[in-house]
């Protein structure tokens, strides 16, 4: 199974902040890796796939990077709305597997 | 617009089995690969299961292997999770998502979730 680390874990960042969220895939998996936003009590809700590419509607401040084994999400300017925990997950083969979250706090 | 909405949720003693439904609509299901998805209280994301397209492959975590299936009905757009043996680590909110295509792709569309509890 391919093991997903995302990391850090959590983080507490101000408003207008840019913030970087790493995810490491255990073997490379090419460039499939979503992220997703979850908000408590929510389903999440997808982001950005294919490493890099946003999903429809979601807001240009999200971009995505990386191939193979190691990915980054950035948030480029951080919004009190943007108080989530994200996740990366690989499909590049079954199981699908997902990072363990990072939860991004607003200071 | 792309809906799936999850049902069968309950309390149910260590040992039950349960049945969850998943309905899809704004969609031509049999067209795409779907997948379970759970989160136990506090924790994070867990796939569960998948099933492609066609519905000749299907696919499991090792902690519900031999106690779940996952299976799909095209002719009424549903998606359904039999799980037996059910224990209490299997308690959390249960996800269903469509794949991009047919056989792979990102879970680009989710349920709301439904709530599977499993005490005595």
């Known amino acids: 199974d391919i093991q997903m680390t995302q990391s850090p874990s959590s983080l507490s960042a101000s408003v207008g902040d840019r913030v970087t969220i790493t995810c490491r895939a255990s073997?490379?998996?090419?460039?499939?890796l979503a992220w997703f936003q979850q908000i408590p009590g929510k389903a999440p809700k997808s982001l950005i796939y294919?490493?890099?590419t946003l999903q429809s509607g979601v807001p240009s401040k999200f971009s995505g990077s990386g191939s193979g084994t190691d990915f980054t999400l950035t948030i480029s300017s951080l919004q009190p709305e943007d108080s989530a925990t994200y996740y990366c997950?690989?499909?590049?083969?079954?199981?699908?597997?997902f990072g363990g979250g990072t939860k991004v706090e607003i200071k | 617009e792309v809906q799936l909405l999850e049902s069968g949720g309950d309390l149910v003693q260590p040992g039950g089995s349960l049945r969850l439904s998943c309905v899809a609509s704004?969609?031509?299901?049999?067209?795409?690969?779907m997948s379970w998805v759970r989160q136990a209280p506090g924790k994070g994301l867990e796939w569960v299961s998948g099933i492609s397209g066609s519905g000749g492959g299907t696919y499991y975590a090792e902690s519900v292997k031999g106690r779940f299936t996952i299976s799909r009905d095209d002719s009424r757009n549903t998606l359904y999770l039999q799980m037996n043996t059910l224990r209490a680590e299997d308690t959390a909110v249960y996800y269903c998502a469509k794949r991009q295509y047919r056989n792979s792709g990102y879970l680009d569309y989710w349920g709301q979730g439904i709530l599977v509890t499993v005490s005595s």
């Open positions: 997950q690989q499909y590049n083969s079954y199981p699908l597997t």
């Open positions: 294919a490493a890099s």
């Open positions: 073997q490379g998996i090419s460039n499939s």
């Open positions: 704004g969609l031509t299901f049999s067209s795409y690969a």
